[in-house]
């Protein structure tokens, strides 16, 4: 068993954010079900939102995220992340960190969809986030500890107090660990895995999630996910990701005959907010007709976007000769998470979330394009502020016989992944109806979640855990999507398609698992609260 002050799971920008921010008197653990580099964060090709330009103010940045987030956002969640934002550069300016900037030295400023003005902040013009963690995971300060390929697979409740006081886990040769902390804190990320197509790294798979409500912790918005618009479609797959800056600096939407798909649909054009791009493209691909980004009118891509020209050159297109790159939508962001306020705290005593894992009401229903490097930046900095003022807590020694569970084996055979992941994107994916979802819900509810949840993951692979972990999920997700009678932001139901701001705005759907506590152990009905 080992023990430490704060023990966070995940290695992305918010969990090295927080680590990097904590007092050096604070012994830290980070866990990484991969290794330290491994995660949407490292991958990230956009950069961060901040209004830094003369003509820019945080009061710009507030309502293009607002409006992004189709108004279901907390205001002052976003009102407190768009006033710290500029702030959050210069910080990690003057920490050593490098970003892109003109001859004069002054900031590169970029455009991006739903912004109304030139403010995302890149380094490494299209590897924004892998600089950024280069520079994170190359200045660990002494007192935090890396383990690597370690997979949690259960948090340990001190459920008289409804408390979280630490987490069991494996490592590949089925070793099983015991950590004890007094601030334990998800940061694993979303759950992109979850759909055939997605821009996510293969380790995103829900899981912070699925321990947070196995353990009694209340789950919101699961229903919002964005499809991102353009992810490089190679022989009918995602392969990876092509940003949106490059719609910013001139990309444009066309179908094989060279018409504009855009042209009509929304005033913003190629840089309408994503959910609508997602859409029209999806539209076109079930019409049968394929749709790609034309960068003939982007200057020097090359040299701008180095990342997406490699991968375009790694599956054999020469953007010296041509300029039409094949694109499909696909899974990118979760806006909902485990439900926390702006420190991180959770609604169990001990349990922390930060990053794309969380919900603060910052997004909303649809995340403004590079807001979530930014939302790593800040939750990790605010939550290491009140940790770093908590008064100390004596460890306490927990016998491990007292904090097992009496758990039960379950030996139905599991889907694959394959066949979760596309009867997700089939059913809850870009666009959604009650016929799809409630075939979803029942092909879910045909494997037993609350038995899943009881299942002794002890004598289980990890490959297996992790497939109930992404069932435990898509049920959220499913359950969710099919309670909500409207569209609105990453959410769009066909028989549904507008806006129901009378019955809808600002309103979550909660998800909380009763604990044996209550004397049930049960998934309870969805809540709806404002």
Known sequence: MKQANVIIIGSGIAALQLARSLRYDLNVIVLTKSNLINSNSYFAQGGIAAAIASDDHPDKHYDDTLEAGRFHNDPEAVKKLTQEAPSLIYSLMNDGCQFDKNRDGELLLGMEGAHGKHRIVHSGGDATGKKIIQYMSGNIHPNITIIENFFVFDLLMNEDRNSCIGLKGKFPDGRIEYFIGEHIVLATGGCGQLYTYTSNTETVTGDGIALAYKAGAEVADMEFIQFHPTL?????????????????????????????????????????????????????????????????????????????????????????????????????????????????????????????????????????????????????????????????????????????????????????????????????????????????????????????????????????????FMLITAELITASALKRTESRGGHFRQDYPYENNEDWLRKQIIHCRKTKKDGKNEQTKAAVAT
């Open 232 to 468: 490089l479609r190679i022989n009918g797959n995602a392969v990876g990701l092509v940003s949106e800056a490059v719609r910013g600096e001139g990309g444009r939407l066309v179908t094989d005959d060279g018409r504009a798909i855009m042209e009509g649909v929304h005033s913003y054009g190629d840089l309408a907010p994503r959910h609508i791009v997602s859409q029209t493209i999806y539209n076109h691909l079930q019409m049968g007709e394929e749709v790609f980004l034309d960068i003939a009118n982007v200057p020097n891509f090359e040299k701008r976007f180095p990342t997406i020209t490699a991968l375009c050159q790694q599956y054999g297109i020469n953007l010296k000769k041509e300029t039409l790159i094949p694109v499909v939508p696909g899974s990118h962001f979760l806006m909902g998470g485990i439900k926390t306020d702006l420190i991180g705290r959770s609604s169990i005593t001990g349990l922390y979330a930060i990053g794309e894992a969380a919900c603060t009401g910052i997004h909303g229903a649809n995340r403004l394009a590079s807001n979530s490097l930014l939302e790593g930046l800040f939750t990790g900095k605010q939550l290491a502020k009140w940790i770093n003022s908590s008064p100390p807590v004596k460890y306490l020694v927990w016998n491990i016989n007292d904090v097992q569970k009496d758990q039960k084996m379950f030996p139905k055979l599991l889907p694959s992944k394959p066949d979760i992941q596309k009867s997700m994107m089939d059913h809850v994916g870009i666009i959604r109806s009650r016929e799809g979802l409630t075939k979803q819900k029942q092909w879910l509810e045909s494997f037993n979640i609350n038995s899943l949840l009881e299942a002794n993951f002890e004598s289980m692979p990890i490959k297996e855990i992790e497939k109930i």
